[in-house]
């Protein structure tokens, strides 16, 4: 006489990263830095902002 002793394996149920990522998920879109860079971009050319890189970077600093 042969007994087995196996039972059915469970079904794998989601887990805890798989709840934050369908949360994450419904909150919808999310810009990106590349689109608040352009968002950035835009707001100074309309502005008539016309400084260069080196100038902005040594704001608080006088020459």
């Keep these: 006489m ?8 469970p079904r794998p ?10 949360a994450d998920n419904k909150k919808g879109f999310e810009p990106d830095d590349l689109t608040a860079f352009h968002q950035l971009v835009r707001h100074l050319i309309a502005d008539g902002d016309r400084r260069t890189l080196a100038e902005m970077t040594v704001v608080g600093q006088r020459r």
């Design 13 to 22: 149920n989601a887990g805890i990263i798989d709840d934050i990522e369908d």
């Design 2 to 9: 042969q007994i087995s002793m196996t039972r059915a394996v």
